[in-house]
């Protein structure tokens, strides 16, 4: 026994915090490299390039009528 207290006493609650940081971290980096970003925002420039691509995709559909006429 250490000073009465027998052996360790409360120790139990180091692992539940471990526990609940990896979880955490866990769902950050999912969220991070799964596209989301934090918070559910997508990141400021995502928007702008999947505008931009669809332009793109819609400029080369007209593109391909264009040739089949």
Known sequence: MWNGW???YGWWIMPFFGIIFLVLMLLI??????G????GRPPADRDSSVEELRKEIKALRDEIKELKK
């Open 36 to 39: 989301g970003g934090f918070c």
């Open 6 to 8: 027998g052996p360790m």
């Open 29 to 34: 980096v999912g969220r991070f490299f799964g």
